[in-house]
């Protein structure tokens, strides 16, 4: 019989022979085998004494582990590491039945009869170690599936299972990750493999489906069995294959509820546990109460588990929390509060994180609300902006909704240094500014915010004419229509009811003194201590009354000396707008002999030194200005330092102006100073301060840093653009820094990228680039028209000037220009194109270098577009386009006889080689190849240099190109002659 047969030829014990065995260690070997598999002692080898074979190592017993009905129900809380028993969260905690879930007391399971201990099973062999067999001349896998009354069984590497003997096997160990989990069930080591062979991890004779096939075999023989192996399947992170294992629906369901709670799927985990019982598996409350935030938003959550959660409603608080959480029950904001708190006591949350669910706003300390996150800080923020303003940072209202950061504006908690630190749109940071502090806007945010009021208030601080009359009919419109009537002494036109509401009562007060002054004839009667508390109404009352009368017989030094040490600045100043220089400098003594207030003293030596310096006394002018100067900054002071400064000395001036830069309160007088320094510095013809080391190229220490610190602050772009092109100028090191002008608005402008360029190391190259990017000139502004026609002409007249300069520097940026920058006047297209092109020939020349042919392109293009021009400027480019010509034709001329000289050499070797090698010979044919390229090199010579011959206008180019093409003419009769043609 065929089985007969085979069994003869591979030896087995059914043929009726005896395997052979090793003599050196007694395994069992084929006849075929030439070599021992176990200890590869030669099969004909002689050994004196036989050793027994060792007996193969028994597997390491597992320790039995026997659990309660608390297995499975431990899971990860979401988002941690930290396990938890799902049955310590409940209130009524009691033992599971896992087959039915029901609330299991001591002893069996009252509703199906579980026992307690239901992962118990009979003791079972080790199953799953692979080992190799010889199936005739080649090994094969077999891996143990359990034991029959003949013996342990093998499933063979062909499907087939038989009973063998372990020790004619040797083991063969499948590498297995390492598990977190302790095995519960024998067969998990075939579940293992199969999933590895699945993955293809490892190859085996088996596919994994016949291996599952084995494990869930094994399992099923005893539900203690199906129960481990079902327990092992969803450590692995299989659970489906849980339904394989001999388990009840209800218990499949409840292990893919655990599974999906270990993994923090919300919408496995509602399916599960909607498809349990619903008065049943009372864990269930607990798993879902830890994912409640989750399982909020999974689609139909509420309808699906309105059962489950019905049924434990009276029993279990943390049912009832979900039902409020899910929408099913109505809820309040102190019961919502209470979940929160309840669910955090539960998973024995942080203390700080109990304060958050438990306390008020007002009790939550800094610490404790870093917890909360950006969008909890800001929504704790939103509702009760006073008693939460400190937990909340700059950055926090970043990405906040306009409508929050609007409300905070609202509620007066908001300051212009926390808008202008926020990193929001210009338009919002614009709006925002409009909300707090619109002082600190520029005029352009003012126009972009559509802040009327503010618009009508600078006009006004301006000093526009009939600012009043001209406003539109807004709040400060009107209000400066009162004002206007005020300063005019037109009381009836004062309408009361139409100033601002915070001013109504002192308009009302001032319109009283005003009215009293004129019945009585005196204009001291006008003043009012309450009015005089309002220093806006100084100026009206001078305006209608004069300084020189509301001084009279020190009635206003005696009610208020503020108000008239400010009328002594007032009558000061007028005196110097009339050129009264005495006079001025009186009221200004006058002032400094009774103010104490420092602004009013720094003022008063101003206007002192402004009128002793037209007074002829320039020293005691200077030291007025120095003593004012300790003091504090206004901006009377800023226009005196630049007045008087202008007239004494400069250098002074612009370090006050310096300083102001550094300490003024505002961004317009920051702004303004620095520029007037600046302007002082370039219009100073001597540059006795150009800087420390008296270097020309170098912005002063006492400008450098005020101008770095201008230029990134939202100042106006002709402004950015005037200081931009200084510090390109005398300060290009920092301004080419890449993080220069991280901070200025304008960072991403043409005229920031310009003035980089113009400060980087290749200047004109890098110039040349921004002015190449440029399509629309017809659209481009005024000033980068003016630079780029200021560079064509600068590069013209310095080419014009250094056309016999070897340098080639010039020439590169002509060309460049030609090439890259378009809108060119094409008389000046033409001009670059010859100045560059005859420029960097001569450099090559000099060089002993042959020009690249774009050179020759160049000049050839050139050549064709002056046609094109009008006659005078043909007449203009006459002698240019004769000397890049002629330029041209000498380089050429140059290359061409170096070469020339170069192949005689070669040629003449080649009439040697020829005259000694027998014709035929490979040398014979190396020496003719010779001849041939001198052939080629003539007529190509010859092509190139006869145009240039036919345009020389030099007698003496022309006959040094004639004399070289004679010479290859010969050159190339003789080779022709070599050739035989």
């Not at 409840?254 to 270990?262: G, Q």
């Amino acid at each position: 019989m065929p089985g007969e047969s085979l069994n003869v030829l591979t030896g087995s014990p059914e043929s009726g022979q005896r395997s052979p065995t090793c003599r050196g260690c007694a395994t069992p070997r084929e006849n075929s085998d030439r070599f021992c598999g176990n200890c590869g002692l030669p099969a004909d080898a002689v050994v004196v004494a036989r050793t027994e074979a060792p007996p193969l190592p028994a597997p390491p017993p597992r320790p039995e582990r026997r659990a309660g009905a608390d297995i499975g129900e431990v899971t990860r809380l979401a988002g941690t590491t930290r396990q938890t028993h799902l049955t310590s969260l409940l209130s009524a905690p009691a033992p599971l039945c896992v087959a039915c879930g029901a609330d299991m007391a001591d002893g069996p399971c009252a509703s199906c009869g579980t026992q307690p201990d239901f992962l118990a099973a009979p003791p079972q062999d080790a199953i799953g170690g692979v080992f190799e067999y010889r199936k005739m001349l080649r090994k094969r896998r077999a891996m143990r599936i359990g034991t029959s009354a003949e013996g342990p069984l093998f499933l063979l590497h062909d499907g087939t299972v038989e009973a063998r003997d372990p020790a004619t096997l040797k083991p063969a160990p499948i590498p297995l990750p390492a598990g977190e989990h302790e095995w519960l069930s024998p067969a998990a080591v075939v579940l293992r493999i199969a999933l590895a062979v699945d993955s293809a991890q490892v190859s085996l004779p088996w596919t994994s489906r016949v291996l599952l096939d084995h494990a869930f075999a094994h399992a099923r023989s005893h539900l203690g069995l199906g129960r481990r192996l079902a327990l092992d399947a969803m450590n692995l992170g299989h659970v489906d294959l849980a339904a394989h294992c001999g388990l009840g629906e209800s218990e499949q369901a409840w292990l893919r509820l655990l599974s999906a709670a270990r993994r923090g799927d919300a919408a496995d985990l509602v399916d599960a546990a909607a498809a349990l019982p619903p008065d049943r598996y009372r864990p269930k409350i607990a798993a879902l109460a830890v994912f409640a935030g989750a399982v909020r938003g999974v689609r139909g959550a509420a309808e699906r588990l309105a059962p489950s959660l019905a049924a434990f409603a009276e029993t279990e608080p943390l049912a009832g929390l979900l039902q409020r959480a899910l929408g099913i029950t109505a809820t309040t904001p102190a019961r919502r509060r209470a979940d929160v708190a309840l669910l955090a006591g539960l998973v024995n949350a942080p203390a700080p994180v109990l304060a958050l669910a438990t306390a008020s706003l007002p009790e939550i300390g800094l610490e404790d609300a870093r917890l909360l996150g950006a969008k909890g800080k800001v929504a704790a923020l939103h509702g009760t902006p006073r008693s939460a303003s400190g937990l909340v940072s700059g950055s926090d209202l970043d990405a906040a909704p306009l409508s929050v950061v609007d409300g905070l504006a609202d509620a007066g908690v908001l300051t212009a240094q926390q808008v202008q630190g926020l990193r929001r749109t210009p338009d919002e940071i614009a709006y925002l500014l409009a909300r707090t502090s619109p002082q600190d806007l520029t005029d352009e945010q003012v126009v972009q915010s559509g802040h009327v009021d503010e618009q009508v208030r600078r006009t006004h601080e301006r000093g526009v004419a009939d600012a009043g009359e001209k406003a539109p009919d807004c709040a400060m419109g009107r209000h400066l229509r009162v004002l206007e009537a005020l300063s005019r002494n037109r009381l009836d036109d004062v309408r009361t009811d139409e100033a601002l509401p915070e001013h109504a009562e002192t308009v009302n007060r001032l319109v009283t003194g005003l009215r009293r002054a004129a019945e009585q004839g005196d204009a001291t009667a006008a003043l009012d201590e309450v009015v005089l508390g309002d220093r806006t109404t100084w100026q009206p009352l001078v305006t209608a009354l004069g300084a020189s009368a509301l001084l009279h017989g020190e009635v206003a030094r005696r009610r208020v000396p503020a108000f008239a040490d400010w009328l002594s600045l007032v009558a000061a100043r007028e005196r110097l707008f009339v050129a009264d220089w005495a006079g001025a400098a009186y009221e200004a003594r006058n002032c400094l002999a009774h103010a104490t207030d420092e602004a009013v003293r720094d003022e008063a030596h101003n206007l002192l030194a402004c009128a002793l310096h037209h007074l002829g006394q320039h020293g005691t002018a200077l030291g007025e200005l120095e003593a004012a100067i300790e003091g504090e900054y206004s901006v009377a002071l800023l226009a005196n330092i630049a007045v008087v400064a202008m007239h004494l000395d400069r250098e002074l001036g612009a370090r006050h102006l310096a300083r102001v830069v550094r300490e003024a309160p505002s961004q317009a007088m920051r702004a303004n100073a620095a520029l007037r320094a600046m302007r002082m510095w370039r219009s100073d013809g001597s540059k006795i301060w150009e800087g420390e080391d008296r270097a020309a190229d170098k912005l002063p220490a006492m400008l450098r840093e005020p101008l770095r610190t201008i230029v990134t602050q939202p100042i106006g772009l002709d402004e950015f653009r005037e200081v931009a092109d200084v510090l390109a100028r005398f300060d290009a090191e920092w301004l080419r820094a890449p993080q220069s002008l991280a901070g200025s608005p304008h960072r991403a402008t043409l005229e920031a990228t310009f003035y980089r360029a113009r400060a980087s190391e290749d200047m004109y190259t890098a110039i040349v680039n921004v002015l190449g990017t440029i399509t629309d000139w017809a659209g481009a502004p005024d000033w980068i028209r003016e630079e780029r026609d200021d560079l064509v002409h600068q590069t013209k007249e310095y080419l014009f000037d250094h056309l016999d300069d070897p340098d080639n520097v010039a020439g590169v940026v002509a060309l460049a220009i030609a090439r890259q920058v378009t809108g060119l006047a094409k008389y000046d297209h033409v001009c670059l194109l010859l100045l560059g092109t005859a420029t960097l020939t001569y450099h090559v020349t000099t060089r002993e270098e042959e020009i690249a042919v774009s050179l020759v392109e160049s000049y050839l293009a050139a050549r064709q577009a002056a046609t094109t021009l009008t006659e005078d400027q043909q007449e203009r480019l006459t002698g240019l386009l004769e000397l890049t010509q002629r330029r041209i034709g000498f380089n050429l001329y140059q290359a061409r006889e170096r070469e020339v000289e170069a192949r005689i050499d070669t040629y003449n070797r080649a009439l040697g080689l020829l005259n000694q090698a027998q014709t035929g010979s490979p040398a014979w044919f190396a020496g003719r190849q010779e001849v041939a390229a001198t052939v080629d090199m003539c007529t190509r010579v010859r092509e190139q240099l006869t145009p240039w011959v036919r345009g020389a206008d030099s007698g003496d180019l022309r006959s040094l190109l004639m004399d070289l093409l004679e010479h290859v003419r010969e050159l190339e009769t003789k080779a022709r002659r070599v050739l035989g043609n």
